[in-house]
């Protein structure tokens, strides 16, 4: 059994190591809810009306924003990559709330590919680089569009972009500033 000091140390360690109160079970919890508040018509508001989603442009809407945490929803489109980046100092997870979404995480060698699924929930520590985009084949159904529930935290301030060398290593290309989720648009 550790003990009560050794405990507390390394609570307190992580409480150093970690950029925010929230741990990652509380952005994938908070992600599910954000999913199932869709769902149920919540935003509903802020939503294009069906069979009016964009289907050129990845399209973005913040669910939700506080000192913490920031929720977006976000519809994919075909053929449009995030391109490989990070989160800078965010923590961040998601929920596929419909179709599928396709992921080349970069594992330390090489991209490694997945797919997520609807109900299919990913997080991403400090340090994740990835390209994120819609997995080929497109929603069965252009006017249910493939979505996913996103959160950082703390909230999103900037973006690093990568690309992977000749020499099979990860080289960073460029930094920008930006509150919005998951990178190029288009
Ligand atoms: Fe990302």
Known sequence: MLSTSVVSSVTSLSAQAS????????????TD????????????HLLPRAGEWPTLERWSTRL?????VDVWLISWVPGATTELHDHAGSLGALTVLSGVLAEYRWS???LKYRTLEAGDQ?????????DVM????????????????????????????????DHGSLRRTRTELTDLPEGRTA
Not at 19 to 30: C, E, G, Q, T
Not at 135 to 159: C, E, I, K, N, Q
Request: aromatic residues 8%; charged residues 20%.
């Open 19 to 30: 950029p925010s109160r929230l741990r990652p079970a509380d952005l994938l919890r908070i």
């Open 108 to 110: 330390g060698s090489e």
């Open 134 to 165: 819609e997995a080929p084949g497109g929603p069965a159904d252009p006017a249910a569009p493939t979505l996913s529930v996103h959160a950082y935290s703390p909230p999103l301030t900037a973006m690093s972009y990568y690309e992977v060398t």
């Open 64 to 68: 939700h924003a506080d000192d913490d």
């Open 122 to 130: 990913a997080s991403f520590p400090l340090g994740w680089v990835h």
């Open 33 to 44: 809810q954000g999913a199932q508040d869709v769902l149920d018509g919540r935003f509903a």
